[in-house]
């Protein structure tokens, strides 16, 4: 049997750049997709292709571009021939005071949380049939409870949720779609960055009392990934946080 293809988009780094290692550890030929992170996709690429010759592919996109979307999926088709697994992976995150928010940060939020995945799916649609293959979404346990200060992203990554249930009615029954959502795992960088007392007071929110790491996640899509009669499913990664209650 030839190896399944993944493409990950997001993958250069942190939580996707995980996923990519697990599912390549599983023995996934791995597409690598990034946009700015080039340096970072092309070091992971080169590090993996040394231990397996040809079994990593990078791709640049910006997700916020319909062509370019549309480019990276037969890009991706080109590579190998065919796509397994679609991680749906990639997403920017920054809050959006209501009456400060604007069209851009809009398109950008919704852009790349849920319009690109959509479009990705359905142009991947066809080889995932073949391969009877599926999908994973990363969504966010806030997209089921708003997260106060980031309204589009909540409505963004709800987007995402309802596209999980809505793609796997869609495209049974040969291809199964699910959803891994995270909760506190890795902190955000730059301009979405938090301070640690808001850092702690997320994590004293959490059952388990701690975040979780990269690697929780990746498992979690790695069991999603081997499963063959579970869809339509999104499993919460996120130590209880979404039970907390007082
Ligand atoms: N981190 C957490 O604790 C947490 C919690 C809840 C949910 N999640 C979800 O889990 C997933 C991974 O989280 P993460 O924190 O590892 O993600 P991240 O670092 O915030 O973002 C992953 C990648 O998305 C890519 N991206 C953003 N906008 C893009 C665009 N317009 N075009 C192309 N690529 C774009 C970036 O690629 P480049 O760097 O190449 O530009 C970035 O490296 C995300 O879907 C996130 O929403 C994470």
Partial sequence: MTQPVALITGAARRIGATIARQLWQQGYRIIVHCH?????????????????PDSVRVLQADLNNSVEVSTL???????????????????????????????????????????????????LAASLRQQQGSII????????????????????????QMMTIS???????EVRVNGVAPGPILWPEQDAAISPEEQR??????????????????????????????????IAVDGGKSLYSH
């Fill in 36 to 52: 700015h992170s080039l340096d970072a996709a092309n070091q992971l690429a080169l590090e993996l292709n040394e231990l397996k």
């Fill in 73 to 123: 999926a037969d890009q991706a088709l080109c590579c190998w021939g065919q796509i397994d697994l679609l991680i749906n992976n990639a997403s920017s995150f920054y809050p959006t005071p209501l009456e400060q928010s604007t069209e851009q940060q809009w398109d950008d939020l919704v852009n790349s949380n849920l319009k690109a995945a959509y479009f990705l799916s359905a142009k």
């Fill in 137 to 160: 979404n990363l969504i966010d346990i806030h997209a089921q409870r708003a997260m106060p200060g980031y309204p589009i992203y909540s409505i963004a990554k709800a987007g995402l």
């Fill in 167 to 173: 793609l796997a009615k869609e495209l049974a029954p």
């Fill in 201 to 234: 007071a997320i994590v004293d929110k959490t059952l388990l009392k701690r975040a979780g790491t990269p690697e929780d996640i990746a498992q979690a899509v790695v069991f999603l990934a081997s499963q063959t009669f579970i869809t339509g499913q999104i």
